[in-house]
């Protein structure tokens, strides 16, 4: 089974930043889709940014503030997030989508709270 582990939530004021980071671990896979998803209280989980080996794909709330990026290596995805909102606040998870014996599967992290203060 594939484990993600999330870190980089916390509290900070609107027009500061907050740096998210993803690891995912377990047996042999190929990595498909790597992103980050976000659901604030009485809302649906919303898309944030999704990268791809070749396509990034970001909510229009967060295009120029937000950048996803992944490192292959070390199967981790990072969602850097800059001028945050108070908008912005709510509880990020990280997603996974993989290869493997061909078939595709999808993995979701604990989540990780992003607070921003007005």
């Known amino acids: 089974q594939v484990q993600l582990v999330e870190s980089g939530g916390g509290l900070v004021q609107a027009g500061g930043s907050l740096r998210l980071s993803c690891a995912a671990s377990?047996?042999?896979?190929?990595?498909?889709?790597m992103g980050w998803y976000r659901q604030a209280p009485g809302k649906q989980r919303e898309l944030v940014a999704v990268?791809?080996?070749?396509?990034?794909n970001y909510a229009d709330s967060v295009k120029g503030r937000f950048t996803i990026s992944r490192d292959n290596a070390k199967n981790t995805v990072d969602l850097q997030m800059n001028s945050l909102k108070p908008e912005d606040t709510a509880v990020y998870y990280c997603n996974l989508v993989i290869w493997r014996f061909g078939a595709t599967y999808d993995y979701w992290g604990q989540g990780t709270q992003v607070t921003v203060s007005s």
């Open positions: 377990g047996r042999s896979f190929s990595i498909n889709a």
């Open positions: 990268i791809t080996s070749g396509s990034i």
